[in-house]
Each structure stands twice: as C-alpha cells, then as structure tokens.
C-alpha cells in the first residue's frame, strides 16, 4: 500500500511541478488546468499515508514534506479565487441603468443538438449580449428567434468548432471579425454603444487548446490573447474581454494576459465559476472568461444551469463607472514579463503570419 501511496506522490508532484517549464508544448501546459484536483487528491494521499505510517524512514518523512509543500503550494495559487481573497472588481453601490452592459456567454458544443433548452434560458436571462461559440450553420438557423429581441448581430458559423454568434440588443459599431494568428480561428471586435451613448470595446475570442487532438503546443493560443491584450491595452474606449479562452483562470498565461492588458478578473475574490466539463464534476475548469478594464464595476456574476453543452453557461452584468479606474489596482507586468510577452508574440506558428477579414 505504501508503495502505491509514494507512486501517486510522486505523480502529482510531477504534475505540479512540470508547469515551471516554460514550453508552449501541451504536456506542460495541461496540467496547469486540474490545481483544485491535485490539492484534493494531494490531501487524500497525505492523510492516508501518514495514517499507514507506522515507523517513518526519512523517505516517509520526505513524501510527507513534499506533499504539505506542494499543498501549500496549491492552495496559494487558487487562494485568489475563494471568497476569502480579495475581490480584484469591486461591487456597484449605485446602479445606472444606462451604463450597465449584462452578457450570457456560453460554448455549445457544436453537436450537441438541444437548441430549445438554450432558448428558455435565454428568454429567462435576457441579458443585453449573447455570445455562443462552437456554432455551426445548424446552430445559427436553430437559434435564429433570438434575433426578434437581438437585432444587431455578427454571425460566424463555422464546421471547425470554431464558429461564434454575437447577439446584441445594444448597437454594434465597427463590427469586425479578424483571423489574428490561425485561418479559420475568428475573433470579434465591435464597439457597443451603452443606452447613455457611450461606447464599449468588446474582444470575443475562442482560440485553440494545448490537447493533441486540436493542437500539440500552446503557441498559438498564447499569441492570439497576448495580441488581443496588446488592443486592449491601446484601446480609448473601455474594454471588454470575453469568451472560452480554452485556459484556466490561475494559469501562467492568462497571468501574463492580465497584467499586459490591465484587466481585471471579476471572479477573484468571488469562487472559481467552473464551466468545463459540465458533465463531469471532478474534472472542472473555469475555462470560460470575462475580463474588463478598470473602469467597471460588477453587479452580478453567475454560472448558469447545464443546457446540454460540455460547458456551462456564464453570465455577467457590469456598470461602466468611470471613477472606478481611481479605486482598482490596474494589473501591472514587469520588464521581464513584457519580454516574455513579445517572444511569445513573435514566435513563428502554423500559420506563416496573421489573417484579417
């Protein structure tokens, strides 16, 4: 028993360890998504080892060490997303019906076929913006009563899993989609003029994940976030950012996406929202992601029931205030950091360079 004990130490303290290597390759790169997992099974082999422990070696006494700092570890990288941290988007006291922008977002699985479901909970939600990704051509016919109460649109069906549907009650302006690093990977970009006037970047993006199957390295998606960090960032307008970023809310990456673009994680401070993998509830991940600039405020942030997807749904209601940008500390990189930045930016990917429709 022992010996299966030390085996599986050392397993997640390999797993825990292997994300320190900065490779973009994925066996690097995935164990970065199951921290809250290792914590909790890292805290099963603890305690059932020191319970057969009966005369401890120093090996005993080293697995066990290991183990207490690599759960110490742990709980610090996801201590920011607990309800004990601080919260890094602080709470509207006054609400102005005017500036408040409310999203639904959510990946449907392309073939997952149960539209119907998805519309109730629409029509219950009724938020301002939808955003679906992993849509189809079936998908945006299957949809297509949603635009009665969302007449500003920006379709993108595609067969690749790769297609999105921006549904809006506000005006869209400037709508773009943009290919920024992989043909057949879109983004969206478009102004939204708030109900006073003003107006609002909005980033929608969905890039590709660090697994064999979809992609063996992580280069690419690196690159599309740090891209869309470096608009954000120049941006004269408020901005945000949203989507299924295929990366965890704790990761080294979406680390470095906040501090070059200075957004702000709403969920610190607030819980992990986990949206993936709705139907498998060990193997969570918050994979699907709202960030915005400085001057916002939160109303409200909620993970949605299961509508038949692999992924739940989130939703997010926001305030542009613009005096919040006095009160939050804006995410801040250092040299080193906007280095690492810029080679990621600048590292050749499968593509030979950068496509925009």
């Known amino acids: 028993m022992k010996l ?60 066990v060490v290991s183990l207490v700092a690599m759960l110490g570890y742990l709980a ?57 990704a992993e849509t189809d ?44 690093v992989e043909e057949g990977i879109p983004s969206i970009h478009a102004n939204i003029q708030l109900r006073s006037g003003e107006e609002i970047q909005l980033f929608c993006i969905h890039p590709t994940p660090p697994v064999p199957q979809e992609n063996p390295r992580s280069t690419e998606r690196d690159k599309e976030l740090l891209l869309i960090a470096e608009l954000a960032k120049t941006s004269k307008n408020p901005v945000v950012v949203c989507g299924d970023l295929n990366d965890v809310a704790w990761s080294y ?37 709202v960030f915005c600039s400085t001057d916002f405020t939160l109303i409200k942030v909620a993970r949605l029931q299961n509508s038949g997807s692999d992924h739940f749904p989130m939703y997010i209601k926001l305030q542009y205030e613009p005096k919040a940008a006095l009160v939050h500390d804006e995410p801040q990189p250092t040299a080193e950091e906007e280095q690492i930045a810029q080679e990621k930016i600048e590292k050749e990917t499968r593509d030979e360079g950068p496509a925009t429709e």
């Open 253 to 289: 990456t979406t680390d470095l996406f906040q501090k070059m673009s200075g957004l702000l994680d709403p969920r610190r401070g607030r819980g992990f929202f986990n949206t993936f993998h709705a139907k498998i509830p060990f193997l969570r991940f918050p994979l699907d992601h």
């Open 76 to 132: 610090w990288q996801v201590y920011p997303f607990t309800p004990f941290a601080p919260k890094q988007l602080i709470k509207t006291r006054i609400i102005n019906a005017d500036r408040t922008l409310s999203m639904m977002m959510w990946n449907v699985y392309q073939y997952n076929r149960n539209a119907s479901r998805f519309l109730k909970l629409a029509q219950k939600v009724d938020s301002d913006i939808i955003l679906l």
């Open 4 to 63: 299966y004990l030390q085996l599986s130490a050392s397993f997640l303290l390999l797993a825990t360890l292997l994300p320190f290597v900065r490779s973009d390759y994925w066996t690097f790169r995935v164990v970065e998504f199951p921290r809250l997992q290792k914590f909790f099974l890292g805290l099963v082999v603890l305690g059932w080892y020191v319970a057969v422990m009966s005369v401890a070696s120093w090996l005993d006494w080293g697995v």
């Open 137 to 180: 051509l079936w998908w945006q016919e299957n949809v297509r009563s949603l635009e009665e109460k969302y007449p500003h649109l920006v379709h993108v069906p595609l067969e690749n899993t790769y297609g999105m549907l921006l549904y809006s009650k506000l005006p869209l302006l400037n709508a773009k989609v943009h290919y920024l």
